[in-house]
């Protein structure tokens, strides 16, 4: 009994195993086991012997060598079926370029007879340093309707495609490049831009001139500094330099705006220095410049300076003969009231301490324009004059001074902020010469009051010798 009862388990095992043999057989064979796939290199058919259509993908580069930070541009196109979908490309890197993405497209066209999207996407490279680099392969892979797959088909069909490989070599830039600038073309203009009505130059007021650097083919941060020169005689702010980049079918492009501002110290005749960029075409491989000419200024003498300088401009004199002329009248006109009331007429000088009052308040706000039109104001009252100065005639002696109202005249004509000025120092300097202003002032009044008193010993006064 036990003999039997072990061959009759053996036939019991032996069928279990053929039925999960038969089972995983036909999963294999069953379409709902994975989706179908085939590359554009290797075409394939399923089970039904449908061809299934093509994917083919190509990389391109419009020069297979350059120099370092030279555009390279390199197109990726896709022939892919009309009826397809979900397409998916891998992103490109290149080791040791810096990848830029410009532009896509897409396009019908006909291939075999049959309906097919050329789709094409460009970049732009740049190599930063010299040596052979390899583009990478790319794989594409979209997907087809169901119909696709032929009869009896269930799942959508997967069809993919690898490019190949690109090598590129990068050289290093020529020996005789000082400020190396690769690029496809470059211009340059400049404007002046005078504040308020004015149209001509004039001494001692701020004039700002804007150049707008425009390249085609490189990234405008890549623009070296100009050289901004001027004569002497004339003082330079240098304002931060703005980009703005884009790109179209040439490639990236940018500009670059930089404001200047120049301030003549005297009337005169200057020549401002050309400025010139020099680049390299990469299209034609050759240096090439860029250039502003040279400009001549004529600069006109301010209407507040004290100068023996005589002013030309014929609406100022018309002014000042309306203004002498009323002058005049309202001070014949006093003198005569005062004959015959026998009162005086004296002119209020300006306040000293409401307008030193004013400097300070400014000092403390630490406002550049404030602190500046301030002073100029306050020099005025202490001088006891209507006169408009000028930042250098204040404290002409004082070199500590007139540095700092240079840093104060940067910090408003070049957008550098206040950080560089010492205020504690400017307040302390201010103070010393206004001690100064106000002794020579005090010694001045008591020697006119010496003077007044010896004549009043000296003289007679209705009849009668003073004690």
């Excluded at 680099?133 to 495609?161: D, E, Q």
């Excluded at 005569?336 to 300070?360: C, D, I, L, Y």
């Excluded at 001088?383 to 500590?400: S, V």
Aim: proline share 6%; aromatic share 8%; glycine share 4%.
């Amino acid at each position: 009994m036990p003999r039997v009862y072990t061959k009759s388990l053996d036939i019991r095992m032996c069928f279990v195993k053929l039925l999960v043999t038969g089972v995983v057989l036909l999963a294999i064979a069953s379409p709902h086991a994975q989706p179908q796939s085939i590359t554009a290199e290797q075409p394939a058919t399923d089970s039904h012997s449908t061809a299934l259509p093509l994917l083919s993908t190509s990389v391109t580069s419009d020069r297979k060598q350059a120099y370092v930070s030279e555009q390279i541009l390199i197109s990726v196109d896709v022939l892919v079926p009309d009826s397809a979908f979900n397409l998916r490309q891998e992103k490109l890197t290149v080791s040791g370029a810096d990848v830029y993405t410009l532009f896509k497209t897409s396009s019908n066209t006909v291939h075999n007879d049959q309906p097919y999207q050329r789709v094409s996407t460009s970049y732009a490279l740049f190599f930063k340093r010299p040596g052979t680099y390899r583009v990478p392969s790319l794989k594409i892979s979209a997907m087809l309707p169901v119909s696709a797959g032929g009869a009896g088909a269930t799942n959508n069909p997967r069809i993919s495609s690898s490019s190949k490989p690109l090598a590129l070599a990068i050289n290093a830039a020529p020996a005789t490049a000082t400020n190396w600038l690769a690029a496809l073309d470059v211009t340059a203009q400049s404007k002046w831009q005078f504040e308020g009505k004015n149209t001509s130059f004039v001494a001692g007021q701020p004039v700002t001139r804007r150049f707008d650097v425009q390249i085609s083919g490189q990234f405008p941060t890549a623009i070296p500094t100009p050289d901004y020169s001027v004569p002497d005689g004339i003082r330079l702010y240098i304002s931060p330099p703005q980009t703005e980049k884009h790109h179209d079918k040439s490639g990236v492009r940018g500009t670059l705006t930089q404001v200047i501002t120049v301030i003549p110290n005297s009337a005169g005749v200057y020549q401002i220095p050309s400025l010139k960029i020099d680049w390299w075409d990469i299209a034609h491989q050759q240096w090439k410049q860029t250039k502003i000419a040279a400009e001549t200024i004529n600069v006109q003498p301010s209407p507040f300076a004290r100068s023996g300088h005589s002013l030309l401009n014929w609406k100022f004199l018309l002014l000042m003969a309306v203004t002498t002329t009323v002058v005049s009248a309202l001070g014949s006109g006093f003198y005569f009231r005062r004959k015959r009331t026998g009162a005086s007429f004296q002119a209020t000088p300006p306040n000293e301490q409401q307008a030193w009052f004013t400097v300070k308040n400014a000092l403390r706000n630490k406002n550049p324009h404030k602190v500046r039109s301030t002073v100029v104001k306050w020099y005025s009252a202490i001088n006891k004059t209507n006169t408009t100065f000028r930042i250098e005639q204040i404290g002409e002696g004082d070199a500590e001074l007139q540095e700092i109202f240079k840093q104060l005249d940067a910090s408003i004509y070049s957008n550098s902020g206040n950080k560089k000025i010492d205020y504690r120092a400017l307040r302390a300097r201010l103070r010393s010469l206004r001690r100064q202003l106000k002794l020579k002032t005090g010694t001045n009044q008591s020697r006119n009051k010496n003077e007044s008193t010896g004549l009043l010993d000296l003289y007679p006064v209705r009849g009668k010798y003073s004690n």
